[in-house]
């Protein structure tokens, strides 16, 4: 599930005001209080950043956070900023996205890669580990318009103009090439796109891609140039990635196979046509 950043920020300061309105356990220790507000170790816990320690350097800070937040929460709430409608259809959703998080966090636990899926997926794509290749994109939001493009370019139209004239690339300016790219960029911990990644590295040099679905739309990709940055490489260098690649493509398994198990359990009904009446 993608999040924009305006998400993230609401998700950030949404949980805190979250936290706030879970009282506090009797005994419980109390770190803070703005008025009759008060944070709690446990609660403290919760909002601690993943991979942050805490430490007796840092708790001050997040205390002050906390102090921060409460402070602008307790005045939103003497404006009525929480009675805008906006807000609470984005709070709603919000609530939804943070439960559905954990729900699917819950599910792919169980999801395990063995070392053998490892040793196979390095010995098939080893090859793409020691290359690095330059491409220019089409990018496009509509699956039709996309193939009406694959077929100029095949027919031998101008990929440059052809991607200055339609691609809606957020990331290279229109007809520019990339940098020299290496297997990496597509890591699914940051938030790529390992499938995007494979089927780059398998495009011949001045050939182009067929029409590939993606996180960013429908692109048409064109290698412009290939070359060998590595003589070899060894399967401890690439594991933990590949692994990473692995898991990713599990749990999207699992969530695919998921939702279409809950698709046969309720009746479902689109009507896009509606918003535009």
Request: with cysteine; glycine share 4%; proline share 3%.
């Amino acid at each position: 599930m993608i999040i924009s950043k305006t998400s993230k920020i609401v998700i950030g300061s949404s949980l805190l005001l979250c936290l706030l309105i879970i009282s506090c356990p009797k005994n419980e220790p109390v770190l803070a209080s703005v008025g009759n507000a008060k944070l709690t170790k446990k609660e403290l816990m919760v909002q601690i950043p993943s991979g942050v320690q805490l430490t007796q350097d840092n708790i001050s800070a997040l205390i002050d956070k906390w102090v921060n937040t409460e402070l602008l929460y307790q005045e939103a709430l003497l404006k009525k900023i929480n009675n805008d409608e906006t807000l609470q259809v984005q709070l709603k959703q919000l609530e939804k996205e943070m439960v559905v998080n954990a729900l699917l966090e819950k599910e792919m636990a169980s999801v395990a890669v063995n070392r053998q899926e490892i040793f196979d997926y390095f010995t098939l794509n080893k090859e793409s580990f020691l290359n690095e290749v330059k491409i220019m994109r089409i990018v496009v939001s509509n699956e039709s318009l996309a193939y009406r493009v694959l077929m100029q370019l095949r027919a031998g139209a101008d990929f440059v103009r052809m991607a200055q004239d339609i691609s809606q690339d957020r990331v290279l300016e229109k007809g520019a090439e990339s940098k020299y790219l290496a297997r990496g960029f597509g890591d699914p911990r940051q938030g790529g796109d390992p499938t995007l990644e494979e089927k780059i590295f398998q495009i011949p040099t001045g050939q182009i891609s067929d029409v590939i679905k993606s996180t960013e739309g429908y692109q048409i990709i064109k290698v412009t140039d290939k070359k060998k940055v590595k003589k070899d490489i060894t399967l401890a260098e690439v594991e933990e990635y590949i692994n990473s690649i692995l898991q990713y493509r599990k749990s999207r398994e699992m969530l695919d196979t998921m939702i279409n198990e809950l698709k046969k359990k309720v009746k479902i009904k689109q009507s896009p046509e509606v918003f535009f009446k």
